[in-house]
């Protein structure tokens, strides 16, 4: 517990990074962001970029399932939505970005509202079912309504432009990505902090006592699934710009785990966690990849059982992090930082 | 004095830092690769990576190019095509290859925008995608053999020779999936054109295992011929299994990656008659110069293996067109670029590659030949039942 951080206004109690401490690391994390691409190299820009990406998606499906508790296996097909909206409308119609990537997560949050519909009268492993048929169903229809998503081929979407400029880097994405990714993190911050976001977290820990103290459960739930899937569309968006195609073995069910993955081991309900648990689940095999290549350079026959044993060490250490910490990596970032707060005062 | 001395002396440091490099560049070419050597695809592209990188050395055992040493890097891409974009800006940023191979057809789509207009690298991958194979949208990038289409028409070329007194049906049976449909609608149109009836087309899941009512389907329809597409070994085993159980003569074809001698073994007694495309000679063939080369090098590079796989082939060969364009850009007298070798692919006319392949000739950066294998239970060996057969 933090002493002498006293609140003397309203503006102060409502701030949402609340000690200079916050603010200061704050300040150097967002310069360290955009001086990033300077640095890096391609490899690490790309790196950070599928992070961003994945983050804002995985944060949608934080919103459904840590803020609301309810489970959803369909995350993936949801980025798919926003994905082939934005792609069709920029590339059938020729839209720009700042029209159809908010375009793709309006499509989206549709398809999120009819998904969620069934919500209100199964949970839990059933809802997890339903929400899999839905997985299915979109990854159906992106496979085979070839006139609109040009079926298992895809859509190949043109660089984001905009007054002439071209976003056709890496470089030049990562600032769009980062930009909305850190907008809709800090939304999300609030969001939780709001009516709407205190009816989740009620909704999540006991729905029937919710709906006593005055929760319309129905219009919340209904809502987080559409919150959620909006996030999940914006990635898609993003993604499509990102990538620049856009085919149906982008948003397999596969993802969908992916997500699940990064949302439980970064922290159920944590928004900061999100970001803990995609910089796991993406850096850390590239980082024992490039461990094997050590390995690699003492051991050179054993690349066939090194490369699959990666997978394995990968599996593990999820494991061991979710049995040492089952509040994710956000909580364990949170005893780190406990500890050091006090450091070295504290026996 | 004092800092033109240390000025001087960082310039020199430098310049010993650099000129092996600099001096490197010039007789070493540099071939990436992003080869799946684990998930789904692990199967094959072990044997890719190996072929590819035994062809690499041989070459430099011989010294086929005189003067350039390959040098070969490689890193898995576990089949997923976030990790294969990774991988591939991983190795250019390290290595600046001149040559890249890749996992998959998603890999080469998605890197296509910055292969054309970035890193512009000869480009091959373990993919037949009739897709990939468009100069205008993919001037960098060549399949290493036919295309899927390609292989659809070999096999209808020989039905079309093979015929009796009516006119053959045929049926297509292929997985939901790129892999599965990509050569279908040219399939359809070049049956039209040789005269044969496609009397069925059968959509599964990939790797789906129940069959019965697919089964039923070819029972009606009794084509004389049913294609496989988009599967390795399931369902292929249980649908020959199941239509023998029904008394069927239908007669069963398969293109590349259900052309292994695994399927030999699996299907024991009942492979007899199955047959199929293969775009290389297979590892046991007698008569191939270039065959007994890859089973010379093998015998002494590695004794204690006694059979390699076709994807193995699949890598050799592609490591043989490196090979070939970087000897043409050479006697040309011109720079090891990208673009130089790219542009040489078209000059690439009935090469002999020693028996692995027929003649090959790039047209549309593909070398559209193969040849009918038939399956021999007893001997577990596929052995030729056409001659090399050229698309159209």
Redesign the interface.
């Known amino acids: 517990m933090l002493i002498g951080n006293y609140k003397e206004t309203y503006a102060s109690d409502e701030a949402l990074f609340r000690t200079p401490a916050t603010r200061a690391w704050m300040g150097v994390a967002a310069a360290a962001a955009v001086l990033f691409p300077f640095v890096a190299g391609d490899y690490l820009l790309y790196l950070a970029n599928l992070v961003a990406v994945l983050a804002l998606g995985a944060l949608g499906l934080n919103i459904l399932i840590g803020f609301t508790g309810q489970i959803s296996l369909g995350h993936a097909a949801f980025m798919g939505v926003g994905a082939y909206g934005t792609a069709v409308l920029a590339s059938r119609f020729g839209l720009p970005f700042w029209i159809s990537i908010p375009a793709g997560g309006a499509l989206a949050t549709g398809a999120g509202m009819v998904v969620g519909a069934p919500s209100l009268r199964i949970k839990g492993l059933y809802l997890a079912i339903a929400t899999l048929s839905a997985q299915v169903i979109f990854e159906w229809v992106f496979t085979n309504w070839t006139s609109v998503t040009g079926g298992i081929r895809g859509l190949n979407v043109a660089p984001a432009s905009i007054a002439g400029f071209r976003l056709d880097t890496d470089e030049r994405m990562y600032f769009l990505i980062l930009s909305v990714t850190v907008v809709h993190f800090l939304l999300a911050s609030n969001l939780r902090r709001s009516r709407w976001g205190r009816a989740f977290v009620a909704v999540r820990d006991r729905d029937v006592a919710a709906e006593i103290v005055g929760v319309n459960l129905f219009r919340t739930k209904i809502l987080a699934f559409m919150v959620s899937s909006y996030y999940a569309g914006i990635a898609g968006g993003l993604w499509v710009y990102f990538t620049k195609v856009v085919t149906p073995e982008n948003f397999q069910l596969s993802l969908s785990i992916q997500f699940l993955a990064i949302v439980i081991v970064g922290g159920l309900g944590s928004i900061k966690g999100t970001v803990y648990g995609t910089i796991f689940m993406t850096l850390v095999p590239e980082m024992l990849k490039a461990g094997t290549g050590v390995a690699r350079a003492f051991w050179p026959d054993a690349q066939s059982y090194l490369f699959p044993l990666r997978d394995v060490v990968f599996g593990l250490l999820i494991v061991v992090f979710l049995i040492f910490e089952p509040h994710g990596l956000a909580e364990i970032w949170n005893r780190i930082k406990r500890f050091f707060s006090l450091w070295p005062f504290k026996k | 004095m004092k800092h033109s001395i240390r000025r001087l002396a960082l310039v020199f440091a430098v310049s010993l830092g650099l000129s092996p490099a600099a001096r490197a560049a010039d007789d070493v070419v540099t071939v990436g690769a992003c080869q799946p ?2 998930g789904r695809f ?1 199967f094959a592209g ?1 044997a890719i990576n190996a072929g590819l990188q035994d062809y690499l050395n041989y070459a430099n055992e011989k010294g086929l190019v005189p003067g350039k040493k390959f040098n070969y890097v490689y ?2 891409s ?1 089949y997923d ?3 294969a ?2 991988c591939f ?2 190795i ?3 290595h600046s290859p001149v040559i890249m191979y890749g996992e998959s057809t ?1 890999l080469g ?2 890197i ?2 910055e292969l054309n ?2 890193y512009k690298v000869l480009y091959a991958s373990a993919s037949f995608s009739s ?1 990939l194979a468009d100069p205008k949208s993919h001037p960098f990038s060549f399949i290493s053999g036919p295309t899927y289409s390609d292989m659809f028409s070999v096999l209808l070329e020989y039905i079309a020779r093979n015929k009796g007194a009516t006119r053959p049906k045929v049926a297509f049976f292929y997985s ?3 892999f599965g ?2 050569p279908i609608p040219y399939a359809r149109k070049r049956a039209a054109e040789l005269g044969i009836d496609v009397v069925a087309e059968i959509v599964t899941k990939a790797g789906a295992v129940d069959v019965t009512s697919e089964v039923l389907q070819l029972k009606k329809t009794n084509p004389d011929y049913v294609i496989f597409q988009g599967y390795i070994f399931s369902p292929i085993i249980e649908v020959i299994r199941a239509t023998k159980d029904f008394g069927l003569k239908t007669r069963f074809m398969g293109t590349f990656w259900s052309m292994d001698k695994g399927i030999i073994d699996k299907l024991g007694q009942d492979a007899d008659g199955y047959m199929g495309v293969m775009p290389y000679a297979y590892y046991y063939e007698d008569g191939a110069p270039g065959i007994a080369a890859m089973q010379a090098y093998n015998k002494k590079a590695h004794p204690d293996v006694k059979y390699q796989p076709n994807s193995y082939i699949q890598g050799w060969f592609t490591g043989m067109v490196y090979v070939e364009a970087v000897k043409r850009v050479v006697a040309a007298g011109k720079p090891v670029t990208g673009e130089n070798l790219a542009a040489v692919l078209d000059t690439i006319k009935d090469w002999d590659t020693g028996g692995v392949t027929g003649k090959v000739t790039f047209v549309n950066h593909k070398a559209g030949v193969g040849r009918v294998y038939k399956a021999n239970a007893a001997k577990g060996v596929f052995e030729p039942a056409s001659d090399w057969i050229y698309a159209k």
Do not use: L
């Open positions: 050597i684990t692990a072990v890193e898995d576990g095509t976030d990790r974009v990774a800006k991983q250019m940023a390290k998603g789509k998605a296509a925008p207009s970035r897709e939901d999936t790129e449909k990509d």
